[in-house]
């Protein structure tokens, strides 16, 4: 037992002692600028950590960071947790944090960590780090000698982040290539101010073939500038070191590529082997064939262009061949030569772009800016609004025609012709304000469609509540007391309501400082795209707020009464019905829209939801309304000059009522007004004097009318309760009918001053004279 136990121990110490062994490993660390699946010089180097992790069994696990360009912090905190995780190989791989590297190598200079740095410049002082670099200007040289070749045109182009953030060497390069190439080239080169912005290199792209170039090249960090070549039917250029036809076949005539596996696992094996080369450089280039490499030609570039392209490949491979770095141009901009080839301190930093020399022409652009388009509502929305929209106006204009035609049959006259253009108008004005809804906001266009859309809301609704509002008073009547409610009586409520409006709208356009603006970043623009929105100070905001709870108000009100009065239901008033429809779609439209509104933040769905909003409830409102009206014309019948009460007229006095109605016409006839007023004399004449006096008859002669029938009703009811004092009667109704009359019309005074006449005479009078009915059912 006890030997076995001993055993056991024996194999765990040399087990422990393995482990001791094994711990000279190396846990790779890399830190990427740039997305790891960018295709490009990220995703080389994040491939490489894991070739190299797969090739050497490394455990533990290598580590790696991306999107570091976005701050220095990032980069700091990926470095420290790098260390804090027990890496011992980091890989700084972008050369924006090569100070930074520099700057923690430093400070873990003691520490058994190793660093590959990207950079350009050999550090003596740190035995732990490799300076790690390639020669791209080869390749772009190799890539400009392509391109002069290929170009169709004799203009190529260069994209680059520009001076600031990269050297123009490369673009150089690019143009001394395509000038051994082709002496007559013309050379266009601009600058992104990034290595990475898709948006702009696009654009930058864009405007390069615009100015004829077919072949560009380019050093920034993604592909949008083969992509823009590419949607033009031309082949791209890989330079990003990935093979670009693995991704866009043989649309990219020709990549450079880069392989880093060798790279870490040569310093990989270096950390495990403890031998690491103090203070080493990896500066490769195309002759050492150990990480970067051109890749297969695509089948649509000319095999010729592919023969002399290769040629010169060959040529590069000759160490001492490097045109682009000893061309006797680069004495132009300042380059002092040493020896053969000119200072590569200075070529390396070197800010200035190589002038027009012999039959080449240099085209230099500069910084591209993406210019800041103005983008309008989408066409569909504009159109479709308008055209709907004008149909409904069109529809409307009918619809008056129609009304002012046939005001004299039942159907109109008994709604009030007056009423049903006021509410046509208002739809008119609705209409306009949605047609003015779906422009491109400009600052007169924010105000007037907010003023349209209120008013014409304001008018349409005010009218349709005010005539179920006088219904609600003729039958919500508990004491029964005769009510006389005329046109006149309802016009100054409405117009109280608009002026209501008018007053909040004008505080709103007052104080609310109402612009258009352009925005950019709204809706789904890009940050190069701007549209007009509307916008108005905190006041404004809040006049706004009150114009939208006035409207609510009024709705709610119209649909309290509209509940109110549902219980009626007497042909004569039927036009409560569509009425009440029309408010409870609209407040129904209203509870959807709101909140669709809120949850929507963009501008085009918002203008389309109140565009379509406005547009179907005012339309089906309008077809309730007046569709039922000219429908019940079509079917019925005119009965011109009919109204349900028509039998009890013949007995009063047209002459004498013409006259009065002239007379007692007040300051608010309009040029219609007296047709108007003529119409209402007749159709609004209920006197229930009269009704009394022929009672038996209107049930007789016209016994399908229920109004006249409730009339009497109504009379007899209260015929009895007044024991038939005609006296106390006719005073009830004069006094009634002055008391509600908010007009105070002058001869109203004259009746009452007239005791002589008859007291039937006189209650007719008054009754006329008032606005002519008791029970103003006609008028409805
Ligand atoms: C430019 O040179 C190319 C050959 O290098 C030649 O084919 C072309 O005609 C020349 N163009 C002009 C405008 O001289
Ligand atoms: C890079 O090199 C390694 C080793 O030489 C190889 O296994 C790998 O396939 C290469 N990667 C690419 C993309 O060619
Ligand atoms: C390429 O690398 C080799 C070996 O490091 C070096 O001798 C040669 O000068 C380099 N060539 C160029 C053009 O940088
Ligand atoms: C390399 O180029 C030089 C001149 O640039 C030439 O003299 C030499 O013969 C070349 N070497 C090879 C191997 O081609
Ligand atoms: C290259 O230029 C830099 C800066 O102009 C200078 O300091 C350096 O001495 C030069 N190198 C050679 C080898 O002339």
Redo the contacts with the bound molecule.
Sequence with gaps: MKIKLFFYFLIFLIFLLKINEAQKTCKISVLLSGDKSDLGYNYMMNEARVLAESELHLYPFSIYYEHLEESIEEAEIAIQDSIEQGANLIVVSSVIHNSLGIKYATKYKDEPIYWIIRGSKLVPNLPKVVVLNFNSFELHYLLGYYAGLATKTGVVGFVSPGVGINTLSCDNSFYIGAKYARPNITFLDIHTGSWYNPEVSYRAAQKLIDNGADVIGMSQDDMSVQKALMDVGKLGLGVTGYPGHYQFGSNVAYSYLTNWTNLLITYANHVINEDWPIADSFFTNLSRKDAIFMDEFSFRVPIDIQSKTKIELKNLMNTTYAPYKSDPILTKIGL?F?GDWV????FRANKIILPSDGEATVIYYGLYTIPIEFVDYPESLKIGVTVVAAFCIFLCIVSMIIVIAFKEAKVIKSSSPIFCLLILFGCIVIFVGCIMFARSPTDGNCRSRVWLLSLGYTIFLGNLLVKNWRIWLLFDNPKLKKRAITNWKLYPWVTGIVLVDIAILSIWQGLGEIIAESRTGVDSLSKYEYRNVCASSDQGSIALYMLLVFHGLILLVACFISFKIKAVDIDEFNESKPITTSVYIITFCLFIVIPIMVSSPTVVTQTTIICICALITTMLSIIFLFGTKFFKMLTVGLELGQTFATSTKSSSHPSQRTTKSSNGSNTKKSSFGNNVLNLEDDSDEISSEKEKKLVPKTISSNPNDHMAVFTSDEETSKTSKFSGATEQLSRDAIIVGGGSDDEKEEEEEEVKEKPLVSEIQTKRLSLEKNGQTEIDSNDV
């Design positions: 002092q040493n200072n590569d301190t200075q």
